[in-house]
């Protein structure tokens, strides 16, 4: 393989077909995406695994899968991988494989190959609409979105909540800013609601700036593999027409009360490792509440 940069990007955000939260147990395939060059063409290579496989294994079989490419080809090859922990064990033994640079961060074309990868990755299965009706014909569902990060600590829990009662929630261990979090919180709802237009609440002006800056901007604000997951989102939301907006926090914004509960309860569980049955119960009574405070105000 005559490719002198080639990005290696998975997934790393755990899809989940419950309705009610995301959670590890994921019944999907886990799924990684290389994207690498040969001479100036660019190739995508797709891999699936059980739903039960740790992504740190799905990441190292990816990159064994692209090794023994690159150990065919004339030329060493540039490789970024999409998941620090990985990441950082390659780097650390990186004497062992001759054929590749392992990068910390992906610069020049590696940039572009890492977002085509990333917009590969396959978005939760909804239901199927229309081919000839637009997105922006359909009436646009409510979602409220927040994050929640426990003061000194590491890791943020993010929840959107529709105006359906239908809970998403995720725990990302790693990230330290909550800005990113509430941001990432907008994208969880834009994934979980693939293709449908929505009108998103977020009590975050931050996460407002980050969906107005270019890339370039981005990268002074936030780590580079977070930038890139802003730029793919403001992208999902221009194609299906969904708008976000500012509310104050803590006003009495039903959406925006339920995605805090809902975050907060994604951050405590993880934190307190509490079980999968508990968690549930908790995002499906978040849910019912948004749904009986819609039935009181038809009923008033």
Known sequence: MN?????????????????????????????????????????????????????SVLALDAFEWLYRRAAEGLSRTSVFIDHSGV??????????????????????????????????????VAPAVQPTVSPRKIAA?????????????????IGAVDAEGIVHTAWLPTITDINVGEVLAIALAVNQHHGRRLSIVTDSRVALKY?????????????????????ALQR????????????????????????????????RNAEFDVSEDVAAQMYRSIGDDVLRRDQLLMAG
Not at 20 to 35: E, F, G, K, Q, S
Not at 95 to 117: D, E, H, Y
Not at 141 to 156: C, F, I, P, Q
Not at 236 to 264: F, I, K, M
Request: some cysteine.
């Open 3 to 55: 490719s002198r940069s080639t990005p290696l990007s998975f997934a790393s955000n755990v899809r989940s077909t419950n309705t009610l939260h995301n959670t590890i147990c994921d019944a999907r395939p886990r799924t990684a995406v290389i994207v690498y060059r040969r001479g100036a063409t660019q190739h995508t290579e797709v891999l699936t695994r059980p739903s039960q496989t740790p992504v």
């Open 87 to 124: 990441r950082n064990e390659l780097i650390a033994v990186s004497g062992s494989f001759p054929c590749v640079r392992i990068v910390n961060l992906p610069t020049g074309v590696l940039q572009p190959m890492l977002i085509s990868a990333g917009e590969r990755l396959p978005e939760p």
């Open 141 to 157: 569902l409510a979602v409220g979105t927040d994050a929640s990060k426990r003061y000194r600590h590491n890791g943020v829990g």
């Open 211 to 231: 969906l107005q800056l270019p890339l370039d901007d981005l990268y002074t604000h936030m780590d580079v593999i977070y930038a890139y997951r802003v730029v």
């Open 236 to 267: 999902a939301l221009e194609r299906t027409g969904s708008q976000v907006r500012w509310v104050p926090g803590h006003s009495g914004h039903a959406l925006n009360e339920a995605a805090h509960r809902a975050a907060v309860a994604a951050r």
